[in-house]
């Protein structure tokens, strides 16, 4: 079965220093995705990033990249130069049942930047 | 261009009462997936709708139900609430077949007293 793991209940980062979110996954797919959402104290899950585990080069979007580790099943996300505004949840997911099936997502990790 | 919008956005009911939310997709998705997500966990799928039919099913009981409109707009009903379904409901589309994330909306906070 899927299982994501996220071993970090909170982080903290001083606001413009880089700060790497952990993620492990467990899945026997063969093909498969992972996701990155931010989820504010508005409660909306906001996606970051996605990485496919058939993509030869790691994904960045902006500020985010993941540092994609396929032998040792972790994708963990980097946020560079951090802002005040990412003091927030962050979740990582997966789909369940292939690509087209739906997340199961970790537990999450509270990130809290320091002016 | 709106995202997903799902109303009301609080509500409190009474132990043993029925509830129903309700979920308009993004524009031009026509996948509806509803999860929870209880306080201080990550959200747990109940269910996905598509052409009108749901499609997979999480690990709920059948108290939860729900529907989809044929402009694909989605409800979820809980019946014979119980506290512990005091949670976040999230509402999130998709275009079926396109890889890619699902865009969530900002949930409903439903409270059982």
């Known amino acids: 079965a899927q299982k994501i793991t996220q071993t970090q209940p909170g982080m903290f980062v001083q606001e413009k220093e880089a700060v790497t979110l952990d993620c492990t996954y467990d899945t026997s797919d063969q093909s498969y995705g992972l996701f990155w959402y931010k989820q504010p104290s508005s409660g909306e899950m906001i996606f970051l990033i996605y990485q496919g585990s058939y993509d030869e080069q790691n994904a960045t979007e902006g500020r985010y990249s993941l540092n994609f580790q396929k032998a040792r099943k972790s994708a963990n996300l980097v946020i560079s130069a951090s802002q005040l505004g990412d003091s927030a949840m962050y979740f990582c997911?997966?789909?369940?049942?292939?690509?087209?099936?739906?997340?199961?997502f970790g537990k999450g990790t509270k990130l809290s930047v320091k002016p | 261009d709106a995202g997903v919008t799902q109303s009301p956005t609080h509500l409190i009911k009474t132990r043993g009462q029925q509830v129903t939310l309700r979920c308009s997709p993004k524009s031009g998705h026509d996948t509806v997936s509803w999860y929870q997500q209880a306080l201080g966990q990550g959200p747990q799928f109940i269910f996905q709708?598509?052409?009108?039919?749901?499609?997979q099913r999480g690990n709920f009981p059948d108290r939860f139900s729900g529907h989809q409109f044929p402009n694909y707009s989605s409800e979820l009903n809980v019946n014979a609430l119980l506290l512990g379904d005091s949670a976040l409901y999230l509402c999130?589309?998709?275009?079926?077949?396109?890889?890619?994330?699902?865009?969530f909306g900002s949930g409903t906070r439903l409270t059982v007293v």
């Open positions: 709708y598509y052409e009108e039919e749901e499609r």
């Open positions: 997911a997966a789909p369940y049942g292939g690509s087209q099936g739906n997340l199961i």
């Open positions: 999130a589309s998709r275009v079926t077949g396109r890889k890619g994330g699902y865009t």
